[in-house]
């Protein structure tokens, strides 16, 4: 079974930064599409950021500017950089893969195959 693994998850205040990472243990994250979501309680799961296999990049609105994805082949992990964050930022973020699309534009939707477990995310004000 292919399972995604978040870290770096936890209480920053607002305006601090932290960073991310999605690994894929046991698997290679050559040629997936990666996305980053994260979800509150009560409402739906939110694509935030996303990163096709051509390298390609996506930003929801409310994070462009202060979030950045980014892919590092040789560790085989993904990451989501997050500075300049706000209490709303506050969420379980989770990681998604998909080998299926080969696509130079990625996708917010959470249309991902494979998912991790979440990180939990506080930022205080």
């Known amino acids: 079974q292919l399972q995604l693994v978040e870290s770096g998850g936890g209480l920053v205040q607002s305006g601090g930064s932290l960073r991310l990472s999605c690994a894929l243990p046991?698997?290679?994250?050559?040629?997936?599409?990666i996305g980053w979501f994260r979800q509150v309680p009560g409402k739906e799961r939110e694509g935030i950021s996303c990163l096709s296999v051509t390298g390609g990049t996506d930003y929801a609105e409310s994070v462009r500017g202060r979030f950045q994805i980014s892919r590092d082949n040789a560790k085989n992990l993904v990451y989501l950089q997050m500075n300049s964050l706000k209490p709303e930022d506050t969420a379980v973020y989770y990681c998604?893969?998909?080998?299926?699309?080969?696509?130079?534009?990625?996708?917010?939707?959470?249309?991902?195959?494979?998912w991790g477990q979440g990180a939990q995310v506080t930022v205080a004000s």
């Open positions: 998604g893969a998909e080998w299926s699309r080969r696509s130079p534009d990625c996708t917010m939707q959470p249309h991902y195959a494979y």
């Open positions: 046991g698997f290679t994250f050559e040629n997936a599409e």
